[in-house]
């Protein structure tokens, strides 16, 4: 036995592997492959996954990547920075730190240097705050993901949810810590200035809005109102103007060669008359065919190549999200690996208690990039309430245990500690009175 | 030469590094990489967005990737 022992702390390495092989071994021989549950769940992810890359890929995923990428290329960040330096005013450092989330944070891993650099340098624990919390909920990418998977409703309560709270935490950290906040001196305003704007903004507006049109409208669900039906029904001949649009903007404004953006348009086009009734194709084709464009001219590759850096990092986080939500809970009115009354007994109804242990569970879990929507996807599928969910989405991105031990590291254990307080209640508020009103 | 990259160890972070080591070796250039992953760290460097590139201590790029020709024309 002694001499097993010397063995193993000799060679650590291969004892680590025997290990892994036996527990491997192990899980695979206990596997209950013959129940009924267990088999039905790997059918329940793949047919879940199936089903979003067949009806969120190309007519939302791939415009918000699209967007995105924009975003971080023609939006000057240092004209959002100037108002958040040392040398703002206060509340509108704080209602510009609230919003400006979803113009500068679209990667999880931004934020946290932007909150310390707002913290220490520039305007204050407030807006660092209030920017920390709202940044990763209502970036482009979260807003429409949320309001494609989960319906309209609970995305733009997300968004809206999330600058009040922001606002309000915000403005509540400064007041708990005015006295200290008094005593603070600026530094440098490095980073926090104007940098070169090459676009007029009247041009960027057009542009941004003609894009965000087409996503929306591309996206546009059939519903019980009756302009809703109306503009449903002429959706694809909207979207159409607007690409045609995007397209002549870009001609005129980015220089791009009009015979190359022909040549889309001609093969957008042709693509659509021939196969009709597939809407996915020709909009995919405008999708990569203006990416490709982007890519081929020198000054708009960095377009291209944000794009594809979004797309890279995001995508393959949330395909697995999706598949491990379908494994464990199912679609809805399907069964996972987990089973619907435990889903019930936890978080189901409306109720205060189910309310606030999901903004707690929220609050801790680490979800990367988007995976949260379709989890609270399958939950409300196996039986949360509306209520729950809403408290899970305002908890959940903008805190978890990794992320609060950093968040620690810059500001303290007490106000860490206050700020996630902050959180919870008011998220457990927040969804309380949205699933019972 | 000596290159500091800011940056919490994410994709791009790495991407930065390969190319600032490709652009150096490109110009046979001798060259220290220091990583800079502690958060309080990158914030006391005066860095609000990573990853950030600083060539002997002066920030050159911050929240993008730079490419090789470009790290190659401030190298010279």
Not at chain 1, 30 to 53: C, G, Q
Not at chain 1, 156 to 162: D, I, K, L, W
Not at chain 1, 353 to 382: D, H, N, Q, R, W
Request: charged residues 10%; contains cysteine; proline residues 4%.
């Amino acid at each position: 036995m002694i001499k097993l022992l010397t063995l193993y702390k000799e060679n650590p390495r291969q004892g680590h592997l025997l290990l892994l092989i036996l527990v491997g071994f192990l899980v695979i021989y206990f596997l209950p492959v013959n129940s009924e549950r267990f088999s039905n769940a790997w059918l329940e992810s793949i047919r879940l996954t199936n089903w979003y890359a067949r009806e969120h890929v190309i007519l939302c995923l791939l415009p918000a990547f699209a967007i995105a990428g924009a975003m971080a290329v023609y939006i000057s960040q240092g004209a959002v920075m100037r108002y958040l330096g040392p040398k703002a005013s206060k509340p509108i450092a704080l209602s510009v730190a609230s919003v400006s989330g979803t113009l500068l944070a679209v990667c999880s891993c931004t934020v946290l240097p932007l909150f310390g650099g707002i913290y220490k340098r520039g305007a204050g624990l407030g807006a660092a705050i209030a920017f920390l919390y709202s940044g990763p909920a209502i970036n482009i990418m979260a807003v429409v993901v949320t309001a494609k998977v989960l319906g309209a409703e609970l995305g733009f309560a997300r968004a809206g949810g999330a600058i009040l709270f922001a606002l309000v935490i915000g403005a509540i950290m400064h007041v708990l810590y005015r006295k200290e906040e008094a005593g603070r001196s600026s530094v440098s305003d490095r980073g926090f200035s104007a940098d070169e704007q090459e676009k007029p903004l009247s041009i960027t507006v057009i542009f941004f809005s003609l894009m965000i049109g087409i996503l929306v409208f591309a996206n546009w669900a059939a519903a019980d109102s009756k302009t809703w039906m109306a503009i449903y029904q002429w959706k694809w001949q909207i979207t159409s103007l607007l690409a045609i649009a995007l397209g002549v903007l870009l001609v005129l404004r980015w220089q791009w060669s009009i015979f190359h953006m022909l040549i889309l348009a001609a093969i957008v086009g042709l693509s659509a008359l021939l196969i009709p009734g597939v809407p996915q194709l020709p909009f995919a084709i405008g999708v990569l065919g203006v990416m490709s464009l982007a890519a081929l001219n020198t000054q708009d590759q960095e377009w291209a190549a944000q794009t594809w850096d979004f797309t890279k990092q995001i995508m393959p986080l949330l395909l697995a999200g999706v598949f491990i939500a379908g494994l464990l809970l199912g679609r809805p009115g399907y069964h996972g690996l987990i089973p619907d009354e435990w889903v019930n007994i936890a978080v189901g109804g409306n109720s205060l208690l189910s309310t606030l242990l999901a903004s707690i569970l929220g609050a801790f879990m680490y979800f990367s990039t988007l995976t949260e929507v379709p989890i609270v996807k399958g939950l409300l599928g196996a039986g949360m309430g509306k209520g729950p969910a809403l408290a899970l989405l305002l908890a959940g991105p903008a805190l978890s245990l990794p992320n609060m031990l950093v968040i620690r590291t810059i500001i303290g254990t007490q106000k860490t500690l206050v700020y996630c307080a902050l959180v919870v209640v008011m998220a457990t508020t927040t969804g309380f009175i949205y699933g019972n009103f | 030469m000596k290159f500091t990259i800011y940056g919490s160890g994410c994709n791009k972070c790495q991407t930065l590094i390969t190319n600032a080591e490709e652009a150096a070796k490109a110009l046979g250039v001798n060259y220290d990489i220091e990583k800079i992953t502690n958060t309080n760290s990158i914030i006391e460097a005066g860095i609000m967005r990573t990853p950030a590139l600083a060539i002997d201590d002066d920030i050159v790029i911050e929240g993008k990737v730079a490419s090789v020709n470009k790290i190659k024309d401030w190298l010279t």
